[in-house]
């Protein structure tokens, strides 16, 4: 049986700045290295919580071009206890909020960021009264 997501992987152009941003802007910790069949960096796990982590691969060279409304992945979206403290913190560390928090259509406090690649995240604050709540 399925247990819940272990992990989200990202190819990134530069790793120190994805690191500094996962792991020093947003707290997280760098868990473990893995290098490849020759002994070169390969991918670097960082730790969500138990059990989670986000994948941060090397090498990644050629951004995608942009089009409206893609298929595929969307967002990371990161649950916090404070959607005003979260803005703050990264405001505090030069991270621009694509949006500022505001409550969104499933009445969850919610402000939104980019990574040093672009994509996007999305802080949530719950509201106990929110559909994800109730489910």
Not at 28 to 51: C, L, M, Q, T
């Amino acid at each position: 049986m399925i247990r819940g997501i272990g992990h989200l992987a990202f190819d990134v152009a530069d790793m120190n700045k994805s690191i500094d941003f996962y792991c020093g802007i947003l707290g997280f910790k760098k868990a473990f290295s893995i290098e490849d069949d020759h002994g070169n960096p390969w991918i670097e796990y960082i730790k969500v919580r138990e059990g989670q982590f986000i994948e941060l691969f090397y090498g990644a060279e050629n951004k995608p071009e942009a089009v409206k409304r893609p298929i595929g992945f969307s967002h990371l979206c990161l649950e916090v206890d404070s959607i005003e403290e979260i803005a703050a913190h990264l405001k505090r560390h030069g991270v621009p909020l694509d949006v500022e928090p505001q409550q969104g259509k499933d009445s969850n406090w919610q402000c939104w960021v980019k990574d040093p690649d672009g994509n996007r995240i999305e802080f949530m604050q719950l509201n106990p009264n929110s559909p994800q709540m109730k489910a």
